[in-house]
């Protein structure tokens, strides 16, 4: 069974990030780059996958910029069989739909019984990737799951995605897309043996010519970014407790509305 | 002409990379509890055994990764400098040292009977060399191994033997022969053995200590200890110089260690000296703060680049007696100054465990002491390097 993983390099959630003097992006010097959170977890579920068959094949694919191979080296070296990085300039301002039109030629190339990617990157937060990415394969699609099983013959897969106060349960036939949640799983580490593996392993170079993509301009652009307004200080309310206390409910109430 | 070259390989960054990460998936709390508790961090050890860290130095062909003193150096800086301390990093270091001497000169037949279970963790070692009579001066080792046809029998008493109450073996040296049966050259007639810790013929009797609580350090007593002639590392008799060659590593190990143990206490003092408000300003404008922490990172630097110089050297075959030495000395010097600056940093605070730098600063003391001293660090290169006479 082929499993393909679509992940994304994001800041290391430690950064600071800073605007640059161009308004429409971040300040990348500096920046610790890791493959985001969620996508983590789809790299660890399909090698789980793949463990518990005994066979198969995990594809890691990554859009970005050269730095990206480095994202792509950790899921070799995490366990993954191969790798495919679209970087072409022309794609270096994709939004979401251009990145699963992208995507979505990968996978009709390597044709994967499946594909796994995060619920969302958790540097732009807009979680539209593996839903789009289904709509153009005309797969069906299962977000944020927390957990999955895949039938012995490879014909279906059986998700549970929590909802408010249970766990809900779907049979998708497959090919399908899924989208992983935290709680899915724990990812490993990678080994030293995979680390040095994942040398040795194949980082495939693709460019948008050979993805046949067309019109390659993406329908949102970014306008600016806005840092957030400073937070007000805090006030600390002196006195007695007695009279703090009324003062504390009277400026929640009538300052702050907030009871 | 472009020999000068102070990078990193892509796979060493990620060496660095990878361990920080495992490391720091371990808080500091974690080594507080440790410490507290005296409990010896097997979670931690276990982590780095599943992915495969522990075998690092061991050759491939007995299912190690054969890589450098260099990477191993790297990695036990990572640990050290995610705050596990030495309480975390001496578990480790005992995968990279002891099993040295035996990949170097042992028999094919001991290395693939016990490397193999080396690199995947499931033996762990203690090192037994210093003894209450023969510290820093080791050709005055008492225990003796007397040869009974294809065995030896031990007796004899060694102490700070590290991670004895875990060892399943022991890398001891031995005298075979009494040490004035070859005049004029007393380092003759040791023997070097990797055999079982068998418990039925070793005492262990634990040393308090001050710091490394969880990781214990042991009088041993060895009482008839039978270890099979085909144990022996190297040539009978010869053990001492078997060792030598790998006393260097060793020194890389342990400065770069003190290193990083450095760089954890730095970093807390730096976060401290930020937020810490007296005088209705962080303490950190204050140059009398700022400046011996811009001094311990220097220090720490300076001392890093010549352990991985000496580390270089080594995996490169060339003679690294001298750099090796110089970087423990330059090591244990930086790593006490980053941590005992860290702590006045705190202020009292810097005396509270909470805080976790005094822990750090109690385990780097130890630098400064083992595996050799600072003055016997200094004997030798005043000897060795300015050729200046021998004092003792
Ligand atoms: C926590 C801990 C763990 C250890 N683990 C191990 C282990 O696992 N295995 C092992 O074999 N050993 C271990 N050691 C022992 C360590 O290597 C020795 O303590 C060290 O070599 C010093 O020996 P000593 O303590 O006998 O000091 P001594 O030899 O008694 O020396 C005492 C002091 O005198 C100084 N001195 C002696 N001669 C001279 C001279 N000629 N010139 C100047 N100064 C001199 C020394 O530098 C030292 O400061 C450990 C020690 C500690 C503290």
Redesign the pocket.
Known sequence: MKILVAIKQVPDTATQVKISGDPKAIETSGITWIISPYDEFAVEEALRIKEKRGQGDVVAVSLGPDRVKEALRSALAMGADRAVHVNDPALAGADTLLTARALAAVVKQESPALVICGRQAIDDDMGAVGAQLAELLGWPCASWIMEETVDADAKTVRVGRQVEGGLEVFDLPLPAVLSAQKGLNEPRYPTLKGIMGAKKKEIKDVKAADLALGDAAPQLTVTTLEALPPRPPGRIIQGEVKDAVKELVRALREDAKVI | MAAMDFALTEQQQWIRKEVAALARSFPPEYWLERDRTATYPWEFVRAFGQAGWLGMIVPEAYGGSGLGVTEAALMLHEICAAGAGTTGCSPVHFYCFPPMPVIKHGAEALKQKYLPRVASGEIVM?????EPN????TSRIQTFARRDGDRFVVNGR??????ARQATHILLLARTEPRDAHPGKPFRGMTLFFTEFDRARITVQEIE?LG?AAVD?NEIFIDGLEVPAENVVGEVGQGFYHLLDSLNPERVFTGIEAVGIGRAALARAVDYARERVVFDRPIGKNQAIAHPLAAAWARLEAAEMMCLKAAWLFDQGQPCGAESNAAKFLAAEAGFEACDAALQTHGGYGYAKEFHVERLWREVR?YK????????VL?HLSEHVLGLPR??
């Open positions: 203690s090192f037994g060399v210093t023969a510290g820093t001066d060694k102490v700070w033997n590290t991670n200590k490394r350090s130890l002491i083992a595996p050799v001293s600072q003055q016997m004997n004092s003792y």
